[in-house]
């Protein structure tokens, strides 16, 4: 019972490095998302993908770049990191009710540490 | 406005206190309702949903308020375990994501 599955764990990055973060969900979900969670600023949403195909924008989306790659993964990149993104990455999953007004809650996988130096 | 508002604490408590939780948030159209748990450096955990009824689930009880959008969450008989942030969650426009609020902080001492 994986859930949610990211890599890597921890990721140290010079600045102007790129990188991907992968993400895998086994649980059939429509839906996947990506958050970071600074101290003091809780979890902000940087893209989500409400089904495959398709993403769209969060609250947080500049410096990053998404692919649906499949219903099951959903990769984040950063193409020229900088150290304002030093944080913690989280990936999630959910399914829907049928009208899509009701969201299940969400499964996390067990995050990314990035250190921008 | 914020989307979900919560009291960051933290919440001090002994070992078999009781202990509330409340958030507010912005959408009057939500109709999703979380409690999240998230320890430290781990990921958040659904903790229970939130039902227009209220809802238990064991010493945790969740209580919505869609009139006031106020969300409540009652510990009882805290354990030395339930230390940890508490998120207060709602869901956003249809088929968008969910809103996380910063969180609670609770510690249960002996």
């Known amino acids: 019972n994986a859930g949610v599955t990211q890599t890597p764990k921890f990721q140290v990055l010079k600045t102007g490095q790129s990188m991907t973060l992968q993400c895998a969900q086994d649980m059939n979900h429509n839906s996947m998302y990506w958050y970071r969670q600074d101290p003091g600023m809780g979890l902000r949403l940087i893209y989500y993908?409400?089904?495959?195909?398709?993403?769209d924008k969060g609250e947080v989306p500049n410096g990053y770049n998404v692919s649906r790659l499949n219903k099951r993964e959903f990769s984040l990149r950063l193409e020229s990191a900088a150290p304002s993104q030093t944080s913690v990455y989280f990936c999630a999953s959910s399914g829907w009710g049928t009208d899509r007004l009701e969201i299940y809650g969400y499964t996390f996988g067990s995050g990314t540490r990035l250190t921008v130096v | 406005r914020k989307e979900v508002e919560q009291d960051p604490g933290p919440f001090n408590v002994p070992e078999g206190a009781t202990v509330a939780f409340n958030c507010t948030y912005s959408n009057s159209a939500s109709q999703s309702f979380f409690w999240y748990r998230q320890d430290c450096r781990k990921e958040p955990k659904l903790l229970m949903s939130v039902y227009s009824s209220g809802n238990e689930d064991g010493r945790f009880t969740a209580q919505l308020n869609r009139a006031s959008q106020y969300i409540s969450l009652l510990i009882r008989d805290s354990k030395l375990s339930d230390s940890a942030t508490y998120l207060c969650?709602?869901?956003?426009?249809?088929?968008?994501?969910?809103?996380f609020g910063k969180g609670t902080t609770l510690s249960v001492s002996s």
């Open positions: 993908s409400a089904s495959e195909g398709t993403t």
């Open positions: 969650v709602v869901n956003g426009q249809a088929g968008t994501a969910l809103i």
